[in-house]
């Protein structure tokens, strides 16, 4: 079984957009959030969807989901603190959804990186299958450089051997929730960036995925310009 979990809980305060999350601005006549979903919502691998959302816009959420008509919504729940907490709100839903089922692979994606594609979800999904894991990354394209404390730079980085990581990043949920109870105990959880730092942290050896390029997170105003153009370039050309 194949869930995708959906990370829309930012406030999005570096979009300025006078109060309104990034992830419900509107992008080519839906809001990002409904753009993401959709990928996974007529991906014939992907058997059910969990949202983490901003708990003031769950039932803004839900009526987007009922007139876009996405169906494989299992639950909609709040999200926490921080991102990790948020995270963790999702896949106990998935868990108490489906208890006693084996094997369950969880892709967690970026409400807001609504530029994925089906090639990328397949892969991911195949990766966990193959590997146990799947980190989708993108090549970095400019030079990478190291600083020191008085930001004075050190050394140039070969950048054949550096990639950004992005989202999907995919795992059996049993693993991923055994990472996440780990650093609670151990008071770190909080502290890790994504769930690719949190799984590295805790022994696992992850596999990469390259994803496509525009496969980018909508953070400021200029990607958000970025995805309206891509968006509508792909509405008039599929190819």
């Not at 059996?172 to 650093?183: F, M, P, Q």
Request: hydrophobic letters at 40%.
């Amino acid at each position: 079984m194949n869930v995708a979990l959906i990370f829309a809980g930012g406030s999005g305060t570096r979009m300025k957009t006078s109060g309104i999350p990034k992830q419900f601005l509107e992008v080519s006549g839906e809001p990002i959030i409904i753009h993401t979903l959709e990928h996974f919502e007529h991906h014939p691998e992907i058997d059910a969807i969990c949202v983490v959302c901003i708990e003031s816009w769950i039932k803004r959420l839900n009526k987007y989901l009922k007139r876009f008509e996405i169906e494989k919504v299992i639950g909609v729940v709040p999200g926490g603190k921080d991102g990790q907490e948020s995270i963790r709100n999702g896949l106990h839903c998935i868990r108490d959804h489906y208890k006693g089922v084996e094997d369950i692979i969880v892709l967690i994606h970026d409400g807001v990186r609504p530029l994925i594609n089906e090639q990328l979800i397949s892969d991911n999904i195949a990766s966990v299958k193959a590997n146990g894991s799947a980190v989708t990354v993108a090549p970095a394209i400019e030079t990478i450089v190291r600083i020191n404390e008085e930001r004075k730079l050190t050394d140039v980085v070969d950048r054949s051997h550096c990639y950004i990581a992005r989202a999907p990043q995919s795992f059996y949920l049993k693993d991923v929730l055994d990472a996440h109870a780990r650093a609670l105990e151990d008071g770190i959880a909080s502290k890790m960036v994504d769930t690719a730092s949190l799984m590295t942290h805790y022994g696992h050896e992850l596999s990469i995925v390259e994803g496509p390029t525009e496969n980018i997170k909508v953070t400021t105003p200029m990607d958000l310009i970025l995805a309206e153009a891509i968006l509508r370039a792909r509405e008039e050309d599929p190819a």
